[in-house]
Structure formats: C-alpha cells, structure tokens
C-alpha cells in the first residue's frame, strides 16, 4: 500500500473514531507500527491530526474553542441532535456526554427551555453556559487531555449518586449484537456509571458506527432505550438492530 494510501485510511478512522490506537491502525493496514507511527507524525506535522502517546486524535475532538467547525460529519451529527431534543421537557434532568455530537445537542438545546443538565465534558459545559435557562453541573474528576472529560474514580462516584432522567451518550463503536464498545478502558467505566444512573440511555450515533466493535464492553444494546442516527428509523441499515429491544428514531 502507497504511503498516501495509508495516511487516507488513518485519516479516515481518526475522523469516524475520534481516536485510534497505533497497534489498531497497524494491524488493519498489515504494517509496522514504525510505520504508522512515522505516517502519523507527519499528519501530525501537517496539522490534520494530533498525535499522542500510542495514538492519534482528530482535530476537532481535541480543539477547545467552542465554537468548533472542524467536524468529522457535521450535518449528520446536527440532524442527530435535532432529533434529540424532542427528548426534552421543562423541568427536566439529564446529562449530556462528551464528544462531537454531544456538543451539536448542547448548541441545539432551545434557550426557552429549563433544564438542570449534569456533564463531565469541558466543551459541552462551556456550550450549556450560553444557555440562561439552563442549570450547569460539571461532574469533576482527573480531565483527560484528548477527550476533554472527567475520568476516575472521582467521576465514577458523583455519577452514583445523581438520577437523571435521560442521558445523552456517544460511543465509538456498536454493534446489533455485541452492544456497545470502546478501546479505552477508563472511559467504558465512565459510561458503565453513566448508564446506571439514567432512567433511559439515548445513544446518539452516526451510521458509520454501526455493525463495529472494540476491545471493552460499555453494555448490552438492550440497556439503551432509544439509539438516535441520522437515518431515517426505517432504513435497510438499521435492519439488524430493528430485532432487538431498542427504539430507533
């Protein structure tokens, strides 16, 4: 494979994953990791990535400015968040997750609805503040760097006890049969808390996500309520998780 061949193909999975692992990438191209890791550092050089210890993340995940253009599938991501806030009622409240389509639901919370919204996202908080009706609680802990949330222990104990009514999630991987799973492990206890402290679990999920899987298990399909694409709930694609306990919108 050409190296320009190779660096579209990184390009690719950083901007459907937000993040990928050097071994990943180097098993899926059947390469040396010293070869990703040089194909990575000049991406990194040529500002379309950002690398980082084992891995490279997208530029648009990492980016703090909330006002943030630089999307992986913006217009879906939108559309995913504009079905989302159907979910929401005054007086109501939930907790927003971090990533990229979580910050879209953020920016599309109308202003004259009073909400009370728990996050561990730094840029989801900072969007939520723009908002005068609603009421901001940032659950804290250790930040990470690449994804902007609170992780670790801290985190995983102020989400025990809190009891939203919706909870908004992303993933980077699902699957009809597998569920949901990610390639970090701290993050999948994050979100194992999350879902234990929500009465129904929305998954907001763009279609290439679909029918894939990692390393760590966040859950079953069926401890999510409702999964959120932006597809319409009848389409050939979303064929395989029609037979399971799951609402599709």
Known sequence: MLK????????????????????????????????VRRDVKELDTGNKLRKVHGG??????????????????????KKIAEKA?????????????????????????????????????????????????IKVILVGGEVSKDAQISMGASTIHQLSEIHV???????????????????????????????KSSKKTILLSISEKLNS???????????IHTMITELDPSHKHLNLFRNQEIHLL
């Open 4 to 35: 320009e061949e190779r660096q579209r193909t990184i390009l690719n999975e950083v901007a459907l994953h937000n993040k990928v692992l050097l071994t990943d990438i180097a098993d899926m191209l059947d390469v040396s990791i010293d070869t």
């Open 56 to 77: 490279a993340v997208a530029l648009g995940f990492t980016n703090t400015t909330v006002r943030n253009d630089n999307i992986y599938a913006l217009d879906e991501k």
């Open 85 to 133: 806030v159907s979910f929401l009622k005054d007086g109501g409240v939930i907790f927003i997750d971090g990533g990229t389509t979580c910050v879209e639901l953020a920016r599309k919370i109308p202003e004259t609805i009073q909400l009370t919204c728990f996050t561990m996202s730094l840029p989801v908080a900072l969007e939520l503040l723009l908002k005068p009706n």
């Open 165 to 195: 009514d919706y909870s908004f999630i992303g993933t980077g991987y699902v699957d009809s049969v597998y569920g949901l799973t990610e390639f970090d492990w701290d993050i999948v206890q994050v979100k194992k808390a999350v879902i």
């Open 213 to 223: 899987q990692h390393r760590y298990k966040t859950c079953d399909i069926h401890a």
